[in-house]
C-alpha cells in the first residue's frame, strides 16, 4: 500500500527547445491518480510540446519525467528502454489525438482496433476479444452491427469515439489527450464531452488534456496549468483558476471567452 502514495507522474524542470526556439521552458508539476489536469492557453503556447514530451513521444532537452509504475516504483521515463516505453504506450497508457486517424488504423475493422490494444496485455482469446470490443464500442455508442466496419466509413465523432474505447480498454491508469474535440462539430463536440466526462469518473483515470477551450477544462478537469510563450503563468483548482484568475494573461484568457 504504501508504495503506491505520492504521485503517478512527476514532471521536473522540463525544457524542449527547437534549435533556438522555446518549445516549453523548466516546467514542473505532478498528476495525481485519478486526477484530470488541463493544459490550457493560446496557440502556439507550448501546449503540445509539454505533452509529447512527458508521454515520451518527442525528445526533451532536458528535465525528468517520473511515472509510478503499476508495482509502485517510480521510473524516470528517460532513462526507460524504448520498448519498455512502447509497452506502457500500449497498455498503461492511452493517447487521444485531436486527429483520429492520428490514433487509428484506418483500414482495419473497428473491433480489430480495439482488440489490437487488448492483445498488447496479453490477450489471446479471439471470443473473448471480440466480446470485450462490442461492450467497449457500445460504451462510447457504437452499435455492435459497426464492429466490422473499417473507421474511414466512420463520421469524425464516431472515429473519435472509436479512438477512446482503443485507448480506454486495456484500462490505462493515465490518459494523454491532445485537443480531443478540437475537429468536430459543436453539437457533437458536447456529446463527446459528456461520454468523456463519464468514462473518465467511471474508471478513474488520471488524464492530461490539453486544449485551446476553456469550456472543456470547465467541464473535465480538477486542475488548470496555464502557458503562454512555452512557460506555466498560472496553476490551480479548475473552478478558482477560472472564476478568479490571478495573472494578468489568465485573466485576459478567461474575459475574452465571457465575451463572447
Ligand atoms: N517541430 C517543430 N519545430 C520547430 N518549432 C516547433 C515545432 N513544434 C512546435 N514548435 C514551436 O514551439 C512552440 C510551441 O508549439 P506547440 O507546442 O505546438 O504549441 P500549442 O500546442 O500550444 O499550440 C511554437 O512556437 C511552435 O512554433
Ligand atoms: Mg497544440
Not at 491518480?33 to 507550448?46: N, Y
Not at 462510447?140 to 466490422?148: G, Y
Not at 466526462?197 to 486544449?211: E, H, N, S, W
Amino acid at each position: 500500500m504504501a508504495a503506491h502514495d505520492g504521485p503517478l507522474l512527476s514532471v521536473r524542470d522540463l525544457t524542449k527547445r527547437y534549435g533556438q526556439r522555446i518549445g516549453c521552458d523548466d516546467i514542473s508539476f505532478d498528476v495525481w491518480p485519478g486526477e484530470v489536469l488541463a493544459i490550457v492557453g493560446e496557440s502556439g503556447s507550448g501546449k503540445t510540446t509539454l505533452l509529447n514530451c512527458i508521454s515520451t513521444r518527442l525528445p526533451a532537452t532536458s528535465g525528468t519525467v517520473t511515472y509510478q509504475m503499476r508495482d509502485g516504483q517510480p521510473r524516470n521515463l528517460f532513462e526507460m528502454e524504448e520498448a519498455e516505453r512502447r509497452h506502457l504506450l500500449r497498455t498503461d497508457w492511452g493517447f487521444v489525438h485531436q486527429n483520429p486517424a492520428d490514433g487509428l488504423r484506418m483500414t482495419v475493422s473497428a473491433g480489430a482496433n480495439v482488440g489490437e490494444r487488448l492483445m498488447a496485455v496479453g490477450n489471446r482469446h479471439y471470443g473473448q476479444i471480440r466480446e470485450t470490443a462490442t461492450d467497449w464500442l457500445s460504451r462510447v455508442e457504437i452499435m455492435a452491427e459497426r464492429i466490422d466496419d473499417q473507421p474511414r466509413a466512420f463520421s469524425g465523432g464516431m472515429r473519435q469515439r472509436l479512438q477512446i474505447a482503443r485507448n480506454l480498454v486495456t484500462a490505462p491508469r493515465l490518459v494523454f489527450m491532445d485537443e480531443p474535440t478540437g475537429g468536430l462539430d459543436v453539437s457533437v463536440q458536447a456529446r463527446l464531452l459528456d461520454l468523456l466526462r463519464g468514462l473518465v469518473a467511471d474508471l478513474g483515470l488520471a488524464v492530461i488534456i490539453v486544449t485551446h477551450d476553456l469550456a472543456v477544462a470547465r467541464l473535465l478537469s480538477d486542475r488548470i496549468m496555464v502557458m503562454k510563450d512555452g512557460h506555466v503563468i498560472e496553476t490551480g483548482l479548475t473552478d478558482r483558476v477560472l472564476d478568479d484568475p490571478q495573472a494578468p494573461y489568465t485573466q485576459l484568457l478567461v474575459s475574452s471567452i465571457l465575451q463572447v
